[in-house]
C-alpha cells in the first residue's frame, strides 16, 4: 500500500514537500516514482529514484525545481517541490517499480490514491 501526502493549494514561486509511505512491500527493493495527471491529461512521469537512493531520473519540465529523496528506514519517498507554476497542477500518484529507474506508468506495479496539488497564478 502506498499512502501519499502533503498536497494542498499553494502560490506560484511556493514550495510544497510531498510524501509517500510504503507498507506491505519491500520498499527497498524498488525503484520509487512520482506521477502526476491534470485534468483531461495522461498521467505522465515526473520523477524517480533508485532503491539506493544514488541515482535519480526526472521529467525535462521539472528538472531543476523538484527533487525526488527516500528514506529507507522509514519506507517513505518524498518529492521537494519548488518554484512550483500553474502547469504543475494536478493530482501526484507514487509507485513503485521493480525496474531500474523506469519512467513508464507499465513498469510500476504499486500505486497510490493520490494527491492534490493545486498552483495559483
Known amino acids: 500500500q502506498l499512502v501519499e501526502s502533503g498536497g494542498g493549494l499553494v502560490q506560484a514561486g511556493g514550495s510544497l514537500r510531498l510524501s509517500c509511505a510504503a507498507s506491505?512491500?519491500?520498499?527497498?527493493?524498488?525503484?520509487m516514482g512520482w506521477f502526476r495527471q491534470a485534468p483531461g491529461k495522461e498521467r505522465d512521469f515526473v520523477a524517480a529514484?533508485?532503491?539506493?537512493?544514488?541515482?535519480?531520473d526526472y521529467a525535462d519540465s521539472v528538472k531543476g525545481r523538484f527533487t525526488i529523496s527516500r528514506d529507507n528506514a522509514k519506507n517513505t519517498v518524498y518529492l521537494q517541490m519548488n518554484s512550483l507554476k500553474p502547469e504543475d497542477t494536478a493530482v501526484y500518484y507514487c509507485?513503485?517499480?521493480?525496474?531500474?529507474?523506469?519512467?513508464?506508468?507499465?513498469?510500476?506495479?504499486?500505486w497510490g490514491q493520490g494527491t492534490q496539488v493545486t498552483v495559483s497564478s
Open positions: 509507485a513503485a517499480s521493480p525496474y531500474y529507474l523506469a519512467d513508464s506508468r507499465a513498469s510500476y506495479d504499486y
Open positions: 529514484i533508485h532503491w539506493n537512493g544514488g541515482r535519480t
Open positions: 506491505g512491500l519491500t520498499f527497498r527493493s524498488y525503484t
